[in-house]
């Protein structure tokens, strides 16, 4: 099986088929796609103006596709490299047992779905690199009331979610599945409590 590198390559190759070409940028997201695969996709079309269903699409939009495709990554891999430190750290010191917020760590590892988005057609509008910065940083913070992203405040529960973790906050403004270790503890009661959301499955 190719790897992101490998089909970033072919992506790349001016000599390749342009249906290749734009399959292989779709099978990168098989291994990267902070949105989860439908989203990240549409969000990469809308951005560089790839028509979805286009076969044969601009070579140089392909590639600034890319481009965003592979700097958000190398901030998610810089992100995973110094997890992967504080974890040893953290088990050398003897905490052997992950908290909370390594659930969401867990969730996302090989980085998909760090941000899913419910809704493919709702996303954030930001450049994916800008958009995990936001989130890494918020993760790092302390909790907050809006959205680590795109800083609405219109978070609704929601317990009916296509993927895991299958129930939790969802923000209005951009679309993401907003990780519950970033909210304080007013900010989810008032998500649960919102016209429009659905009961707590807690």
């Known amino acids: 099986m190719a ?13 390749g088929d342009l249906a290749l070409r734009r399959y292989s940028l779709r099978k990168c997201l098989e291994r990267f796609a902070p949105y989860g695969h439908r989203a990240t996709w549409d969000h990469l079309c809308a951005r560089h103006g790839i028509g979805p269903e286009d076969r044969a699409p601009d070579p140089e939009r392909l590639i600034r596709a890319l481009e965003e495709l592979e700097e ?49 057609g709702v996303h954030p509008d930001a450049p994916l690199a800008q958009v995990l910065d936001r989130l890494i940083a918020a993760l790092d913070g302390e909790p907050g009331t809006a959205c680590p992203v795109c ?3 219109g978070i609704v529960w929601r317990q009916d979610l296509e993927r895991e973790p299958w129930f939790g906050p969802v923000c209005t ?25 659905l009961a707590s499955a807690a």
């Open 173 to 197: 403004g951009c679309g993401i599945v907003v990780p519950q270790s970033v909210l304080t503890g007013r900010a989810l009661e008032r998500a649960r409590r919102r016209p429009g959301a």
């Open 72 to 120: 958000a990554r190398a901030v998610w891999l810089a992100y995973e490299t110094g997890f992967a430190e504080r974890r040893r750290r953290e088990k050398h010191d003897g905490l052997r047992r992950p908290g909370t917020f390594d659930d969401w760590h867990r969730r996302t590892w090989g980085g998909r779905d760090i941000a899913p988005c419910d809704d493919p």
């Open 3 to 15: 790897g992101f590198r490998s089909l970033a390559r072919q992506v790349r190759d001016p000599r």
């Open 151 to 153: 800083a609405d405040q």
